[in-house]
T-cell receptor
Framework: AQSVAQPEDQVNVAEGNPLTVKCTYS??????LFWYVQYPNRGLQFLLK??????LVKGSYGFEAEFNKSQTSFHLKKPSALVSDSALYFC???????????????FGSGTRLSIRP | EAQVTQNPRYLITVTGKKLTVTCSQN?????MSWYRQDPGLGLRQIYY???????DKGDVPEGYKVSRKEKRNFPLILESPSPNQTSLYFC?????????????FGPGTRLTVT
């Protein structure tokens, strides 16, 4: 069965420092991986995704993520954190690729990112 | 503007009183889904739909019903709500075919069942 783990409930970083939010996954086939961000009192917003190809994926707001097949990880990164990056971040993996396949999506439990000025 | 809308945004009800949360998308997406968000548990999928008249259970379908009679609408029905269904609910949609699998989320519906 597929699963996603976000091992840290909270990550605290000083503004201007690099940040990493960790995600590991388990799927039986090729993974389709996503990062979403949730700001207070808002729905989730798509940040970036890995489908195939280059292992380094760039997304919105200066975020990027590195797909590592051997470590089954998809960590979210940003070179220089901003206070406005403070939010709840979710990693997700999608099962199935074909039109006729079941299309379940599994989300991690979320990591709260706090950037201090 | 491309969006997913949900109504109501906030709802307080009593045990056993049937309710419906509406969801509508204007992007002609084939895939739609309902989630509930609970602290420490992330998002859990309740039901999803790959197209009109095609629905399937997610991870936590008990106590919920859905229907997909039109492509744009995907209402969530609680026939007899119970306090353990108090949660934050999100509707989402995505274009199923091709590599664009990211989802667009509605603003959420906070439900309290007393």
């Amino acid at each position: 069965a597929q699963s996603v783990a976000q091992p840290e409930d909270q990550v605290n970083v000083a503004e201007g420092n690099p940040l990493t939010v960790k995600c590991t996954y388990s799927v039986s086939g090729n993974p389709y991986l996503f990062w979403y961000v949730q700001y207070p009192n808002r729905g989730l917003q798509f940040l970036l995704k890995y489908i195939t190809g280059d292992n380094l994926v760039k997304g919105s707001y200066g975020f990027e993520a590195e797909f590592n097949k051997s470590q089954t990880s998809f960590h979210l990164k940003k070179p220089s954190a901003l206070v406005s990056d403070s939010a709840l971040y979710f990693c997700a993996v999608r099962e199935g690729a074909g039109y006729s396949s079941a299309s379940k999506i599994i989300f991690g439990s979320g990591t709260r990112l706090s950037i201090r000025p | 503007e491309a969006q997913v809308t949900q109504n109501p945004r906030y709802l307080i009800t009593v045990t056993g009183k049937k309710l419906t949360v509406t969801c509508s998308q204007n992007m002609n997406h084939e895939y739609m889904s309902w989630y509930r968000q609970d602290p420490g548990l992330g998002l859990r999928q309740i039901y999803y739909s790959m197209n009109v008249e095609v629905t399937d259970k997610g991870d936590v379908p008990e106590g919920y019903k859905v229907s997909r009679k039109e492509k744009r609408n995907f209402p969530l029905i609680l026939e007899s709500p119970s306090p353990n269904q108090t949660s934050l609910y999100f509707c989402a949609s995505s274009a199923f075919q091709g590599p664009s699998y990211e989802q667009y989320f509605g603003p959420g519906t906070r439900l309290t069942v007393t």
